[in-house]
């Protein structure tokens, strides 16, 4: 059986890296607008007549674009901020919780996950989950990723002739737009304190989470928290969690590690004298962050095998 696919907003970096994901595939056929991309009637029709929708457009947009949807068979995958929070969308984190690769399956509207909520929810949801956190604690979590995770003005500013940035923090006002994701879907209830920031490379990120072992309930070990991690991704392929002698023997992590891939690393560096730990999560801000992400959802609502094309 082939199922029909709308990408609205395949121009943008999400959208390009998603058609290239799917255009190969035999089982799909992607409806594509070309020039005619920018013509509502167009786009209306497109949006209506597909099996399955991506939005792959700014939030406002992402809405006008679902409003246009009249077609109750028509399941939608929104990878903008604009449904992250609504609780008449699935989040579609798979990996997140047990049971909620179901729910992406059963859903007719999901919205796909952040690049930086990814690598944040894959690290603190299981330790709430088994008590190790309190719902209240403060959290802080450091964040870099390749400038494409910025879209076409970034990579344009990046990779113009002269461009010298190196490093470049920003979210300074602490409002960023992931903040109540990344807090909601890790069962805090507390504001994340986030601190983001782009490297000169084009993608790729690391996503840490410092802790104060002593501040978190019984004082846990290096190795409960990783055990923690550990029991919540057992049996998926896109997530893994690295043993701690593999991690204890490392001297760096390389961002662009798994770039390409759908896959999310997490480790658990510690230093057991010092009650400290830095729980770092690696991944491909546009893989497992954004584009490999919809479509691994995409698979899974159209009731195929999840790694279809991904791996």
Not at 139 to 156: C, E, H, L, Q, W
Not at 203 to 232: F, K, Y
Request: glycine share 10%; charged share 20%.
């Amino acid at each position: 059986m082939t199922h029909t696919i709308f990408i609205d907003g395949e121009a943008g970096t999400t959208g390009l890296e998603i058609r290239e994901r799917l255009e190969t595939r035999s089982d799909l056929e992607l409806i594509l607008l070309g020039d005619r991309r920018r013509d509502v009637e167009a786009r209306r029709e497109a949006l209506n007549a597909a099996d399955a929708v991506i939005l792959c457009l700014p939030d406002e947009a992402a809405k006008e674009a679902v409003a246009m949807i009249a077609n109750p068979a028509v399941r939608v995958i929104d990878a903008s901020t604009a449904y992250r929070v609504d609780p008449d969308w699935i989040y579609g984190f798979a990996e997140m919780e047990p049971g909620q690769a179901a729910a992406i399956a059963a859903s007719t509207r999901v919205s796909n996950p952040g690049c930086y909520p990814t690598g944040f929810i894959g690290l603190v949801r299981p330790l709430v989950r088994a008590g190790l956190m309190r719902p209240d604690h403060p959290v802080t979590v450091n964040a870099v990723s390749g400038y494409s995770g910025g879209g076409k003005a970034m990579i344009a500013e990046f990779e113009a002739p002269g461009a010298s940035t190196a490093y470049r923090a920003y979210g300074l006002s602490l409002t960023h737009k992931h903040v109540p994701e990344m807090t909601r879907h890790t069962g805090l209830s507390r504001d994340v304190l986030f601190a983001p920031a782009v490297g000169n490379y084009r993608q790729g990120m690391l996503v840490e989470v410092p802790l104060h072992l002593a501040s978190l309930p019984e004082t846990p070990s290096i190795e409960r928290v990783h055990g923690a991690l550990v029991e919540a991704y057992e049996g998926h392929r896109f997530v893994e969690v690295a043993d701690l002698e593999t991690t204890e023997a490392m001297t760096g992590l390389e961002p662009q590690g798994l770039n390409g891939t759908n896959r999310m690393r997490l480790h658990v560096f510690g230093d057991r004298a010092g009650g400290q730990a830095r729980l770092v999560a690696l991944l491909d801000n546009l893989g497992k962050g954004a584009s490999g992400a919809a479509v691994q959802n995409l698979n899974l609502m159209l009731g195929l095998d999840e790694g279809t094309g991904l791996v």
